[in-house]
């Protein structure tokens, strides 16, 4: 590599060895590996059809995802009360009339329901929604899920699955979940911080644990990960955190992490995932719509990284405040796997910023990006504004390589795109390709 930078010129007429490509063609050579790679979508909230009515799909769903029914509330004088009291289908249409009709689409969420109508074909200016309910009336799961997946580009997706919930809990004790694309993650926010709350749930399970988390508690949380592990399979475990959480430090939570999570992680080879600084119901009016953000103290990563060598943790954090600290961990910490633009930074602006700032600081070892999909065509939005938003991004990586005097060629870009967007995960995790 020669040591002075080239100008453009030289770097359009520069001899370039059989396989690098020219600059020129790094763009389209970045895209085409984006678009034919299958991506890993490491963290969702779908579901496989084993578990019916909870995996959702189809306009209504849609329309009525929290992600949308934030921006309804600005835009419409309908108050949170009546709109509760209204059916899913008055929802969608109410969401419809609000942000589609009476405005126009520009935003994150709702160019989401454009991109999905237009993949499928369905008018996407209708001022109601007959036609697309009819369309989705008439799909078949499992074919409509194959569809939707080759859309998107996706070959993997990871679900969220909680053990106390009524309504997953009998599909896992029934044992017929096992499907080829779906993946099961061990989900612990009712466990960590919701002790108090549902350690009951165990104890008529027949463990035999306390409010307080003391005497044979811990041993018996052990028992009760190491039997949904052997019912879940989970690819990993999981919890989402307040800003405000610490570790260590006196609560439940810090006991329960500590003293049993992370050593069954251990015992079963399990990543464990830490989505941290969400601000829960600052606006319970809105439900699901009602968290917000907050700036965590990322010392309880460290504190946990430093502490734990032998566990690894896949981390997202929700501030934009957090993002740069949690790149500069990462390179402290080579068990830490920073994931994902979660949920307020999955948008254009702060994912490009985010994400060249993992390129600059970390190269390829980190995941970009996750769908956090709750409704099944969600996917193929999400993840086509994924593919555009890094092209140009990889691009730019790639072309400051031409710019210091070395080249790239499509084996690079290929090799990185995998590294990206599967085998960063698949070697964390028990997945492997094909
Ligand atoms: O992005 C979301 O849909 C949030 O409501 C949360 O579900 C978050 O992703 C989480 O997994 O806690
Ligand atoms: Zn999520």
Known sequence: ???????????????????????????SAVEGTLAATPFIDIHTHLFSPAFGKLGLWGIDELLTYHYLEAEFFRSSNTTPEQYWKLSKRERADAI???????????????????????????????????????FFNAQSIEQHIRKVFEIAGVSDVVMTNDPLDPEEQPVWLKGDQDHEQFHAVLRLDRILWGWPKHWQQLASQGYAVDEKASGKSIGEVRRFLADWHKRMRPLYMAVSL???FFYPDDSITSKILGEAVLPSCREFGLPMSLMIGVRRQ??????????AVGRADLRALENLCRSFPENRFLVS???????HE?????????????????????NPSIVEEITRERIELLGT?????HSDARVLEQVIYKWRNTRRTLAPILTNAYKLIYDDGGGISRRHIQRDVNRLFRSNFENWTSLRAG
């Not at 040591?3 to 020219?22: C, I, Q």
């Open 1 to 27: 590599m020669g040591a002075t930078s080239l100008n453009p010129s030289d770097l359009k007429n520069k001899v370039l060895p059989a396989d690098l490509l020219a600059v020129d063609q790094i763009h």
């Open 282 to 291: 600052v606006n319970p009016r809105l439900r699901l719509a009602g968290d």
């Open 365 to 369: 070892t980190f995941i970009p990006q």
């Open 317 to 323: 954090v929700l501030s934009r405040e957090n993002q």
């Open 242 to 244: 307040t800003d405000a």
């Open 96 to 134: 419809w009339r609000a942000l589609f009709v009476g405005n126009s689409p520009i935003s994150e969420s709702t160019r989401g329901i454009i991109a999905v109508l237009q993949a499928f074909d369905l008018p996407t200016d209708a001022s109601a929604l007959e036609e697309a309910r009819e």
């Open 326 to 346: 949690l790149c500069v961990y990462a390179r402290k910490f080579n068990n830490m796997m920073p994931f994902g633009c979660w949920w307020f930074m999955n």
